[in-house]
């Protein structure tokens, strides 16, 4: 497996992981009657979106480079 393929990969997985989170919070939310979801999930998706942005610019970096 390449490096390019790998970080493909990475980013797949962690947008995976957003997307399952933020059905995850809604369906909670639903249930709960709330207007927004519940703050830890908002945390999980911070951090999640800080994970993806930096896999974001290292794919960047590998197809630039060209490894």
């Known amino acids: 497996m390449t490096e390019l393929e790998k970080t ?4 797949d997985l962690i947008t995976d992981a957003i997307a399952a989170v933020k059905f995850a919070a809604d369906e909670e939310r ?3 009657h ?3 979801i ?3 999930y908002q945390k ?6 800080v994970k ?3 896999a ?6 590998v197809q630039t480079i060209g490894r």
């Not at 999980?44 to 979106?49: I, Q, S």
């Open 52 to 54: 993806l942005t930096g």
């Open 44 to 49: 999980v998706l911070d951090d999640l979106d």
């Open 8 to 11: 493909q990969r990475r980013l």
């Open 30 to 32: 639903k249930m709960n």
């Open 34 to 36: 709330s207007k927004h």
């Open 56 to 61: 974001r610019a290292y794919a960047f970096r």
């Open 38 to 40: 519940d703050p830890l």
